[in-house]
Nanobody, 122 residues
């Protein structure tokens, strides 16, 4: 499956963005997916994950209550709604997919999108 992330940009602290991850090539509904982020000089970290049905949702502690992961299998698209953004949310955000949510959460996934930059100004 090929993944295309979009929706990043520059936003002020407290603002919102919605990232999209468009899938093609294989049946998107067969895969769990997740969002990761990598800030400058840091390792890539898991932000949120969701299973193929839209359940089994996991959030990193740093984004709980502010970010919402979802998916629309009919549209072959996953989403990350980000609210109350903070400067520390600044990073390149990647979507990823694999057979099950446990594998996605491990980060050892087979399929990655290209990344979209989110910059939050203070």
């Amino acid at each position: 499956v090929q993944l295309q992330a979009s929706g990043g940009g520059l936003v002020q602290a407290g603002g919102s963005l919605r990232l999209s991850c468009a899938a093609s090539g294989r049946t998107f509904s067969a895969y769990a997916m997740g969002w990761f982020r990598q800030a400058p000089g840091q390792e890539r970290k898991l932000v949120a994950a969701i299973n193929w049905r839209g359940g089994g949702i996991y959030y990193a502690e740093s984004v709980k209550g502010r970010f919402t992961i979802s998916r629309d299998n009919a549209k072959n698209t996953g989403y990350l709604e980000m609210n109350s953004l903070k400067p520390e949310d600044t990073a390149v955000y990647y979507c990823a997919a694999d057979d099950n949510v446990a594998t996605v959460m491990s980060g050892r996934v087979d399929y990655w999108g290209q990344g979209t930059l989110v910059t939050v100004s203070s």
